[in-house]
């Protein structure tokens, strides 16, 4: 049986950056589910309208074609009830949902503000028009007014405060092992890492040692990616 | 067998406001387990000394001593396997510690901004003297520079964007039932109504309508609770 994920990339087809992706990745790896990702671009909506859809993450799993990534989590659970599970018991999940609100809500937009020229640069040439026209329209201003790293830093300071609780009774969000909690909060550092070199926590902060267990994980798989700064002359491309 | 659970008290002995222990009394009844609740001051420490502890909730049920709100929550589904569960299975226990981050670390600090001038009118006069102190230690600087209602609604504002990514999709933060996850954040809820009239949430916003479903909980236990506002001549204490 054939399983594809459909695979957000940047100016090169390695470049996987999106966090909604990362989180689809980590919980197949926690599954221990292979699959084969498939490189997309912002703009290839052609691509994906056999899943009637226009973004990414799109699992194709056999016959299944499942899409946004906490309903992927969700079938994934669903179709593989024998291998560890991500989202857990109902309540387990509804608080999922919280951790979700928080990352998407509140997390993203101060990881966004500190990287988003960073984020610019890395995005396929082809897609930054439509990528800064959208997110024109939804800041409401441009994207260098948007951009302020300063702002951003400080915002994210205070959203890692809940994690700092968790982390001082537990190594991983979800327990003494990781699970959907985890990547749901992890996918936006990776989506940080890909494209920026900006130190987003200080070594110093229970945080950092969170990080880097969570790029030991499955095989160091999010240690391994590419990012920006493994791409010669990147930053020349704009 | 008797169960007594020491509750944090204010001008009036009925004027119970603690949010830790707001949390557990709504955990008792989530049970179904009857409770005597001791009204207790802050400065009562010689009360507590049978506990080894110096803060409510404390929990006296039968043998056992249990303090510490969360460790409560724990106790109780741990006593009392045949009644609805609270925290849930190992996953959700973990995250429902990302929630209590967020309220204790977020969500407080924002509402404590906007009510502690109410917050101090609503203690007990022999109590004012401790709490000030105590607080303008941890706050670094007095009260009244503390106090700023503007500033506090905006971190509020923020702080409920997880909740309101949760409330598109259920009505409560534990899913389609309330859980602990719900308990741990209502309790503040309950905290700034008790001492405060303050409108702390728009009645157009979705967390507008949980409060009210939650306020109706367990036989309206929140809304029949005694506000400040009940109690004649409150704010000529001071």
Redesign the interface.
Known sequence: MSRVLYDLCGIDDELRFSPYCWRVKLALAHKGLEVETRAWNFTDKQALAFADHDKVPVLVDGDETVTDSFEILRYLDRAYPDTP?L????????????????V???MAPAIMRTIIMDLINAIHPKDRSYFRETREKRFGCRLEEFHSPAKGLSQLD?AL??????LA??D?????AP???DYLVFGNFMWARSVSNADLVSNADPVYAWLERMLDLHGGMGREALRISDISGAYSQE
């Open positions: 599970s989202l857990g018991d109902p309540a387990a999940e509804a608080r999922a949902l919280y951790i979700k609100g928080h998407e809500r509140v205070a405060e809940p994690l700092r609780g968790v009774q537990s991983f969000i979800d327990g003494e699970g959907a909690g």
